[in-house]
């Protein structure tokens, strides 16, 4: 009997000095600053303030077959991960979350807004040739004339004074006109191989070439392109720019293999300049050389950068002209550039930012709402069963350190709903202690010894305490199996309460009666 | 101090009044249920995390009402913001119906904007943010009542593997119960469904199974145990509610404790959390005692066993079965 009590001791002290040892080893760990975290669980992201973000491919933007998709957000997977560790932000967590979904957690507040926007560039860039607008002009008539039958007068009536033909030609009465030229009056021809389309009619234009009746007219493998909105002094979009290209491309980005943000010794403006791949570098060579002369559009996301004019050929090197902006926006361009494209463009479908100041009221009100709720518990428990309640309080305290250590151990997040888990959990943990104490009683009250009556106690109420266990812990692990993130986190806070409850009450309560039963003859009986 | 020693009420006989409890409960639910649907289109009050859009925290710098942030809203444009102050102090939420995945337009940029014509940046911090799709919101609906469904089938397997089969459905009874009042009770308040409400709902099946078995462990305890003559079922099953009262309401009272504390110093989030398990703790209490035990009386009385087999008869698992596998356990 005092060797197996020695045993249950020993085993007891391991398990405590064990979960001491996680609790140390992750409060002193190292943070991103070097210096220790001074977190001995780690916090979730609603405690210690963070973005997380929800990611999906943009299905309205590509169409794949399911084969493809699976495929497709394994390789988004990648990128989104290499382009999160490019922004340096300290640990990121990016994950997939079932089969569609890509998870990106970020600590602290750095910089959601940009991360958001790094993360949905798709960054598929693309060089293709320009048609000259002569080639195109001829389709004018005709697609002024499709415009008007599909849309009727009304959908084409152009609005007074907004018209590109009122701006360039000058013309009185240029507006009655535009009711029969809807396309045409709308998109003045600039440059070689370009139109300029004033920003109130971006959206009508817009709306006209993805007419399929429209895209029909176009010569065979060409397509509309929108340039970068032309800014002018005050920053205000003034109109955008329109370019006719060959649909297929001459030159992809997948040859990229460097990228770099600078500023333009000429012209001041941020560019990012790029370097091929020596294969790609090949390939462009051939393809530039046989195309001098003509005009080139850099493609970035269905967008063109811009469209020179090619002077000799071009080896491996290139540059984008980003037409104004910060260098900062160059450096996310070069950052994605380098990170590679999106298989498909991305969408984001869940966004929860909380601030620091926010985590830590809630650190805080729980601890207090913890400490007074603990508090409520052991009062009613020593109140009811006296000494052995103040043995059970002990269990309980053992209890709290085993959850935490257990957590440190696990690397479970700890996260708003499970501090509430957590609490909830250590008011269900009397349950066991109450369970016991009470078949003690019974057995003591049948006049049995105080032996047999804790032994009794103890076995009688072992099947009740492992079966409802048992079934809570089912429901934690289909909570864990079914939900996410929050969810999540008061699954596993909850399983881990139940497992630690379960050791706690059945192992460390007994050993600790076993302890006190020795020093009491049975005269004096029990304090229960 | 012993609390209901030797208790011997009659919860069997109390049964039919505990039935019409139950019923005019449900009955008020579900017509807030109905309710519902025809003046604010659902049955429950959804938050952002099932109907998609964004929410806003926002802590105020100087003291400032609803209202004010309201006629803000809608000077600027904003009149389907719905405002409401948060906890105490002056923090308030946000709720917009439009999700932005535009770059660019934060949320905290737009309520910037929004809120302009009356105050300055520098007047208040965002503090969180939600936004999510309503493709996000509807799944979230599916997962949770897909939780709870999974959790009651592997409840019945547990319990028809532990017990027996008709203690599994009586155990699941009792908690469908207790989950359909809890729902009816935030129809008629019409609180606002979130996650957070969705894990307390979850943590009340667990709980009130919890509850349940312990009693169940007693009556299969007492069904192991040679009869008395003349015992009848129902008897037997009052005994084991009897027997276990003390436990019942002393876990509860120790559970509605903590509760008690989250509900009033926790603070903003947690309150809600709190609020919804208080209720679903006390009807927890209730079903294990009024509607689980009756329910396997109502199963016992449409498929006997007990009485049709001689009144001896063990009960599944016998005893000297479970006290060897107790301490294998210990």
Not at chain 1, 485 to 513: E, N, Q, Y
Not at chain 2, 38 to 61: A, M
Request: aromatic share 8%; net charge neutral; charged share 20%.
């Amino acid at each position: 009997m005092l060797q197996n009590l020695k045993v249950r001791l020993a085993i007891i002290a391991v398990a405590l000095l064990g979960s001491l040892f996680f609790l140390y080893r992750n409060y002193s760990h190292p943070g991103p600053d070097g210096k220790p975290t001074r977190q001995a669980v780690t916090l979730g992201l609603d405690l210690q303030g963070g973005s997380q973000l929800a990611l999906e491919i943009d299905e309205s933007k590509a169409r794949l077959a399911p084969e493809q998709r699976a495929d497709a957000i394994d390789r988004a997977l990648k990128i989104v991960r290499t382009r999160v560790d490019e922004l340096g932000v300290a640990e990121p967590v990016v994950q997939k979350a079932g089969d569609d979904r890509i998870i990106v957690e970020l600590a602290g507040l750095q910089g959601g807004a940009r991360a958001k926007e790094v993360l949905q560039r798709t960054a598929f860039l693309q060089f293709q040739m320009v048609h000259s607008i002569a080639e195109m002009q001829q389709a004018f008539p005709r697609i002024d004339r499709v415009v008007t039958e599909a849309l009727g007068t009304k959908g084409a009536a152009p609005k007074p004074g907004s018209t590109v033909g009122g701006l360039f030609k000058g013309a009185a009465g240029q507006d009655s006109t535009g009711g029969a030229t809807p396309f045409t009056s709308k998109v003045a021809p600039v440059g070689e191989g370009e139109f300029l389309v004033q920003a109130a009619d971006v959206p009508e234009v817009e709306r006209y070439i993805a007419l399929p009746a429209v895209q029909r007219l176009l010569p065979r493998g060409t397509e509309f392109l929108w340039g970068t909105p032309e800014r002018g002094t005050q920053q205000a979009e003034q109109g955008r720019r329109l370019f006719l290209v060959d649909s297929r491309a001459m030159m992809t980005g997948e040859y990229l293999e460097q990228a770099q943000a600078q500023t333009d010794p000429q012209s001041m403006r941020p560019i990012v300049t790029f370097e091929l791949s020596r294969r790609g570098g090949r390939v462009f060579e051939k393809a530039t050389g046989e195309n001098i002369g003509k005009q080139m559009a850099i493609v970035l996301d269905d967008r063109v950068f811009s469209a020179p004019v090619i002077q000799s050929q071009i080896g491996n090197r290139g540059q984008i002209d980003l037409g104004g902006g910060t260098l900062e926006e160059a450096s996310d361009l070069a950052l994605v550039l380098r990170a590679g494209a999106l298989p498909a463009p991305l969408r984001i479908v869940e966004e929860r930012t909380i601030g620091p100041s926010l985590g830590q009221d809630s650190i805080d009100n729980g601890r207090l709402a913890g400490l007074i709720g603990i508090a409520a518990v052991v009062l009613m428990v020593i109140g009811y069963y006296h000494f052995s309640g103040v043995l059970a309080v002990i269990a309980l305290c053992l209890y709290v350190v085993l959850i935490l250590g257990s957590m440190a151990a696990l690397g479970a997040t700890l996260t708003f709903p499970g501090i509430a888990g957590l609490i909830l959990s250590v008011g269900m943990a009397v349950d066991a202690n109450v369970l016991i104490f009470e078949r003690i009683r019974e057995e003591l009250a049948l006049g049995r010894s105080i032996r047999t009556s804790i032994s009794e106690g103890f076995s009688n109420a072992l099947s009740a305490i492992v079966d409802s266990n048992l079934t809570t812990l089912i429901t934690a692990a289909i909570l864990y199996y079914v939900g996410t993130g929050p969810v999540r986190g008061f699954a596993v806070t909850l399983a881990i309460g139940i497992i630690a409850s379960m050791f706690t009450a059945i192992f460390v309560t007994r050993t600790l009666f076993m302890v006190y039963a020795e020093r009491r003859t049975a005269a004096q009986g029990i304090s229960i | 101090m012993r609390l209901f020693e030797n208790a011997r009420y009659p919860f069997m006989e109390w049964r039919t009044r505990a039935y019409l409890i139950t019923a005019v409960l449900l009955i008020a639910g579900f017509a807030a249920m109905a309710y519902n649907v025809t003046s604010i289109g659902s049955w429950l009050k959804y938050g952002v995390d099932f109907t998609g859009g964004s929410l806003v925290q926002v802590d105020f710098k100087r003291p400032t009402t609803v209202e004010q942030i309201r006629s803000a809203a809608a000077r600027g444009g904003h009149d389907d913001w719905e405002i409401a102050r948060f906890g105490s102090g002056d923090a308030f939420v946000i709720r917009m119906p439009t999700f932005e995945q535009e770059v660019g337009s934060d949320a905290s940029v737009r309520v910037a904007q929004g809120l302009s014509s009356a105050y300055q940046p520098a007047d208040f911090t965002v503090v969180r943010t939600e936004a999510l799709g309503a493709k996000v919101g509807d799944e979230l609906q599916l997962k949770a009542l897909w939780a709870i469904l999974l959790s009651f089938a592997a409840t019945l397997v547990y319990l028809g593997f532990r017990f027996e089969w008709r203690f599994g459905l009586a155990a699941i009874i009792a908690t469908a119960h207790d989950i359909l009042i809890t729902l009816g009770f935030l129809a008629v308040t019409r609180t606002e469904i979130s996650l957070t409400t969705i894990a307390a709902l979850l943590t009340i099946v667990g709980y009130s199974l919890n509850d349940t078995i312990v009693v169940f462990d007693r009556i299969r305890e007492n069904l192991a145990k040679p009869h008395r003559t003349g015992s009848s079922y129902m008897q037997l099953l009052n005994t084991s509610i009897n027997e276990t009262l003390s436990r019942t309401v002393l876990t509860g009272g120790s559970t509605l404790a903590t509760l008690l504390a989250l509900y009033f110093f926790g603070g903003g989030v947690i309150q809600d959390f709190a609020l919804v398990l208080l209720l679903g703790i006390v009807i927890g209490t209730f079903s294990s005692i009024f509607v689980a035990s009756p329910a396997l009386y109502e199963i016992e009385k449409r498929w006997p066993k007990y009485n049709a087999k001689g009144k001896t008869r063990p009960a599944s698992q016998t005893k000297t079965s479970r006290s060897a596998s107790s301490s294998a356990l210990v």
